[in-house]
């Protein structure tokens, strides 16, 4: 029988919460684990945390929300995963079935050997043959046909033998299932699988095929991610009702290569863990053995070095649930401790490194902020950049920065409060910056403050993802010199300077 002061606390998303305490959960061990992150200045920015039909913690560092969706980068291989599942159950194809039976129209004039005997369960296991890896970043830039691309790429290996992991093994699939399907990925997912876990508002990039990318460009909320991984603890069941076939859960979970690393589209560990991982850590972890799942979402350089602390915490966090009237006071004061740690994990200005720069200012540019250069419209004409930025504006007064780039394509504009924070849409370039992707209307939350008497930082939080740019306006005269860089990402970190003289209004 289901608890009933549980079934009271149901949310939105459809899941029940329970305290940790009644299920089960060592409370001081999530306290650790939130400890060991912060002393190793790991960018976290949400977690749930699910145990015996429960959500039992959940948070979202400011400004990351609950209800803002988030790209999930490659968790979306485990999406289409499921995907492939489903086709297969449904006769479309079959797992032996040759990848250049079903494009005949688009082969290569020689078709190598091995080419012509990879598989779609080649595809699944990443043993494709290829030499190097194609990113969903390279391929993002792209504007020819991603799958007469990968069709080009030569076969060094033969298929089946060696693990490489490589994001063009997922678009292959997407594109199987529209060729035999005449449906998208994401419009074939809907209704058999987003749907029935009541996941909606999520969206999924369309490549040059007019194909899903399969192995990325998926954004959904955090909460979506952990139903993934409920799903998979529940071996494809979802409210008594079956969603995956049992034996492709089984099937997708377990290791198919040598290294024992990886299944089908998901990530395997010891002790019967798995997970589903995107880049800069976005990730869901499933422990069938203690009947949990962690989902997390961060800005993180590799899983590597957040996995750790995830195996120091976790399963050991997990025991026996304690009875609801039995749990007593040592158990309501621990599920209180958790919950305060929570919410200062959650205030705006919690201490975490990249702030502090606003914090330290605050002194420094109270002092001069009645100075003209503080305040009023400043136009610069730029000198030749690789950026191909023309002009920069800024507008400033007490409260706003209004910050404007114009290159080629037009003028682009960010608000930033001075010393507060303004979100918005983002209509700044910087695809470089962000492991490719074009994050125009994304939303960005931005503020702006005087550093000292001649520079200007503003912090651009694109708070669907996790990239942070900080811009750095510093003034000499009559010149700026214009800086730009991201916490995080594939290439690289900035951009060159550019400099510019001011213009006559």
């Known amino acids: 029988m289901s608890d009933p002061s549980a079934d009271r606390d149901i949310k939105s998303d459809g899941l029940t919460r329970a305290q940790p305490s009644e299920a089960g959960v060592d409370v001081d061990a999530v306290i650790a684990f939130l400890n060991d992150v912060e002393a190793a200045q790991l960018d976290l920015h949400s977690l749930m945390l699910y145990r015996n039909g429960h959500v039992v913690a959940e948070a979202w560092r400011w400004p990351y929300r609950a209800d803002r969706l988030r790209n999930l980068h490659s968790v979306a291989k485990s999406f289409t995963a499921c995907a492939i599942g489903l086709a297969l159950d449904e006769g479309r194809f079959r797992l032996d079935d040759k990848v250049v039976s079903f494009f ?10 091995g080419l012509a005997a990879m598989t779609v369960e080649d595809l699944l296991t990443m043993r494709v043959g290829h030499a ?18 990968f069709l080009k790429i030569p076969v060094v290996e033969r298929p089946g033998e060696v ?74 069941m979802w409210e008594g009702k079956r969603v995956l076939p049992e034996s492709w859960v089984s099937a997708a979970t377990r290791a198919h290569d040598v290294s ?12 019967r863990t ?9 990730m869901v972890t499933v422990f069938p053995e203690q009947n949990a799942v962690l989902a997390v979402t961060g800005a993180i350089k590799g899983s590597s070095k957040l996995l750790p602390h995830i195996w120091r915490h976790f399963p050991a966090a997990f025991g026996a649930a304690l009875p609801v009237d039995a749990a007593g006071s040592a ?106 992707y074009r994050l125009v209307g994304s939303p960005v939350v931005a503020r702006a403050c005087w550093l000292d008497r001649s520079r200007l930082q503003m912090t651009w939080i694109f708070a669907e993802t996790a990239f942070r740019d900080t811009v750095i306006c510093e003034f000499h005269e009559r010149q700026i010199v214009y800086r730009r860089e991201v916490n995080i990402n594939s290439g690289a970190l900035r951009y060159d300077d550019v400099i510019g003289m001011l213009a006559e209004l």
């Open 104 to 113: 005949p129209e688009m082969l290569p004039d020689v078709v190598s050997d």
């Open 132 to 149: 190097s890896e194609t990113s969903g970043a390279a391929w993002r830039t792209l504007e020819t046909s991603w799958i007469a691309e």
């Open 163 to 236: 693990f490489l992991y490589t994001s063009a093994a997922s678009y292959m699939l997407s594109a199987i299932l529209s060729r035999k399907t005449g449906e998208t990925l994401h419009d074939y997912l809907k209704p058999r699988l987003f749907e029935p876990l009541g996941i909606d508002g999520e969206a999924w990039d369309i490549g040059t095929d007019n194909i899903n990318p399969g192995g990325n460009g998926l954004s959904t909320k955090t909460v979506d991610l952990l139903k993934l991984g409920i799903l998979h603890l529940q071996n494809g």
């Open 260 to 271: 024992g690393r990886y299944g089908y589209h998901w990530w395997v560990h010891e002790n």
């Open 274 to 282: 798995y997970s589903a991982i995107g880049v800069f850590v976005q």
């Open 331 to 436: 158990a309501t004061a621990a599920d209180a401790r958790l919950s305060a740690k929570l919410a200062e994990w959650q205030r705006e200005d919690a201490p975490v490194a990249w702030k502090l720069p606003y914090l330290h200012a605050r002194g420094a540019a109270d002092d001069h902020t009645d100075e003209p250069s503080k305040v009023g419209t400043r136009r610069f004409t730029m000198q030749p950049n690789a950026q191909g930025i023309r002009e920069l504006q800024l507008d400033l007064d007490a409260t706003e920065c209004r910050f404007s780039l114009t290159d080629a394509d037009g003028e682009h504009v960010i608000v930033a409060g001075m010393d507060r924070w303004i979100e918005s849409g983002n209509q700044m370039p910087g695809q470089d910056l962000h492991h490719s």
